[in-house]
C-alpha cells in the first residue's frame, strides 16, 4: 500500500534504530515537517510494486532496491548513501513524471557502493551535457547485466554526455542530438549499440561492442587511430536506421 507521514513536525520514520528494511507496494508522501532517517548500513527500501512517481519531497535514500514493475520516476535530484538496484522489468526514469524536460540527477555519496541494472532492466536518462554526464554517478562498481538497457532519452538539441565508466549492456541515444563521451575510459557496450539520429563524438577513445544489432549512424571517428571492435560471436551493423 501507500505510506503518508504527517507533517505535525513531531514524526519521523527511523529505518536507522534497527536496521530496518521497508517493502513498499505503493508510494510514500512526505510533508513539510516531516523527516525519515533511511539508516547508514545493511537498511533498505524495497519498491515491489507498480509505477512509482517518487515524491519530490524526497532527496536521499540508503539502499534502494527498486522491483516488481513499470517506470520508477524521480521527482528531485537524489543522493543515494549506499547501494542501488533496479531489477528486471523496472524502468528509472530520471525525470519529473512523464516530463523529460526536466530531469535530475542521481549521485551516490557513500563509500564502496554498487550500481546495478539486472538482464531486462532499463534506465532512462534525460541530464543536459552541462549539467552532468548521463547517467548515476558515485557509485564505486558499476553492474549492468548485458541483457540491461541504458536510454540517453533527453530531448532533440539536448546534448548529453556519455558516462564511459560503467560497461553498459544494450544503449540506445534517442532523439536527435550530440552524444560526446566524456573520454575516460574505451566505450564499452557488451550488449548492442544503437546511436539513431545522434551525432556521437568519442573524444579520443575507442569503442567496443559485443551484441547485435548495431546502428552506427551519425559517427566520424575523430582520428585514423580510433577503433570500433565488434568482439561478440554473431554481429551486425548498420550506418543508418534503415538498415543500409
Known sequence: GNLYINSDNNTTLDMAANDANLTLTGTITINPGSNINWGTNNATLYHIGGEWNVDGDITTFNNIVLQGSNRKWINSNLSINGNMTVQNGVELRM????????????????????????????????????????????????????????????????DQLLYSVPRYGNITFNNTKNVTSDGAQTFTCEGYLNMGYCTFIDSGRDIVIGGTPN??????????????????????????????
Open 215 to 244: 546502428y552506427i549512424t551519425y559517427y566520424v571517428p575523430s582520428s585514423l587511430a580510433r577503433t570500433i571492435t565488434f568482439n561478440g560471436v554473431t554481429q551486425a551493423f548498420y550506418d543508418n536506421v534503415e538498415n543500409v
Open 95 to 158: 525525470c519529473r513524471w512523464y516530463d523529460g524536460n526536466f530531469p535530475y540527477t542521481i549521485n551516490c555519496t557513500g563509500s564502496g557502493k554498487i550500481f546495478t541494472v539486472q538482464d531486462g532492466g532499463s534506465v532512462y536518462n534525460y541530464t543536459p551535457v552541462a549539467t552532468a554526464v548521463a547517467f548515476p554517478t558515485g557509485f564505486a562498481t558499476y553492474t549492468l547485466g548485458t541483457g540491461s538497457y541504458v536510454y540517453l532519452a533527453a530531448p532533440n538539441t539536448v
